[in-house]
């Protein structure tokens, strides 16, 4: 069953990106005998590429299901430019990790196999460390503290680092949403419930270990094989926002929702630095004029979900939770987790961090 319906989703075909599908080859050639067979037509309408030839034709990679609000916006981001760029940048939405896992979807993006690709920081840390910072347990009190970092001086640092290594992001990081705690077995009440707790976590060494502080169990799975883990109980948990626990049904394969907002986690727009620069300067432009301004509107979006979805995953089956965030932060302290962080980002990045979020210590 779970491969079946593993199998089902990735082979799905992206409803969201029918929009941006090339026309069929008939249409196109009838378009083009049309035209230069059109003598009376003036030279420059000759000359000039019909509007559907794109001349790039790119792909945007992400794991999320094709109802969340990310892709949705990103698929109309993509009609804008299309728009914009009377037809030469045509930018299809592969959703669902249909290109591969986060892991594999990273080389692709640094081959160029892929032009862009939306991943957590805390995923491209194992590219670049600095990126997993916004991860820190706890640190965000709420969303003015985590857009005026990651807008801010925060979010400079890390896209500094991320340039050093060959990709560019865009300047407006996507909201994930801030984390809570799932189950299968038993509802998530205390730190000590953590102890022992078989947790799926994405690969990453800032989840690993904080998860590894909390004295749970961590294994490290690619969102794409999340819903089968939990289901076939390799894990008995997983942590996510609220939008992705419910546009990944993971309300299905899991019982309780501990609400810990343990973490804010946000998406970083990346891209292929050679097939960015590859486009005419106004392209450009505008590609990421539209795209930033997506990121803004899928913020609003995942705020307004958060608001209802508690009401309906309560209807789909799962039991909400309340924690005391304060005791979860107190056991990660106790376990020396801010002062091994703190260590490993250095004194420059975490000092940006707490002058943003005011002092972890
Ligand atoms: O893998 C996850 O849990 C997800 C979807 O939240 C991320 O991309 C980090």
Not at 82 to 103: C, H, M, W
Not at 203 to 227: C, D, H, K, Q, R
Not at 297 to 309: G, I, M, P, Q, S
């Amino acid at each position: 069953m779970a491969n079946i319906e593993a199998h089902n989703r990735g082979a799905k075909r992206p409803a969201s990106s029918e929009g941006n599908t090339s026309m069929p080859a008939t249409t196109m050639l009838n378009r083009r005998t049309l035209i230069a067979g059109a003598t009376a037509l003036p030279l420059v309408a000759i000359n000039r590429r019909p509007a559907h030839a794109a001349e790039f034709s790119y792909k945007f990679a992400n794991n999320l299901a094709s109802t969340h609000p990310l892709v949705a916006r990103a698929t109309a981001a993509a009609t804008r430019v299309k728009e914009a760029t009377s037809g030469r940048v045509e930018i299809t939405v592969f959703p669902n990790s249909q290109l591969g896992s986060d892991t594999d979807t990273l080389s692709q993006l640094r081959s160029g196999a892929v032009e862009f690709f939306t991943l957590s920081g805390l995923i491209l840390s194992t590219l670049v460390p600095v990126a997993a910072i916004n991860g820190i347990g706890f640190a965000f009190k709420d969303y003015d503290q985590v857009w005026a970092a990651m807008d801010g001086k925060l979010g400079a640092l890390v896209r500094a680092e991320i340039a050093k290594r060959g990709l560019y992001a865009f300047e407006k990081q996507w909201d994930n949403g801030y984390r809570q705690i799932t189950s299968s077995t038993k509802p998530i009440r205390t730190p000590d419930d953590l102890k022992g707790f078989k947790i799926r976590v994405p690969v990453s060494p800032l989840w690993t270990g904080m998860f590894t502080a909390f004295g749970s169990s961590p294994t490290s799975i690619n969102f794409n094989e999340v819903y089968s883990a939990l289901q076939t109980k390799i894990v008995d948990g997983q942590e996510n926002p609220l939008a992705i626990i419910d546009t990944g049904k993971l309300y299905e394969v899991q019982k309780y929702l501990s609400v810990t907002n343990h973490m804010w986690d946000g998406f970083w727009f990346l891209a292929n630095r050679r097939a960015l620069e590859a486009l005419p300067a106004a392209d450009r432009i505008v590609v990421e004029r539209e795209f930033n301004q997506a990121a803004l509107d899928e913020r609003k979006d995942v705020v307004a979900l958060n608001d209802t979805l508690r009401a309906s995953l309560t209807t789909k089956g799962l039991e909400f939770v309340s924690t005391d965030p304060a005791a979860f932060r107190s056991a990660l302290k106790i376990a020396g987790f801010y002062s091994e962080w703190r260590g490993k980002f250095g004194a420059e990045a975490w000092n940006t961090l707490e002058a943003a979020v005011g002092s972890l210590a």
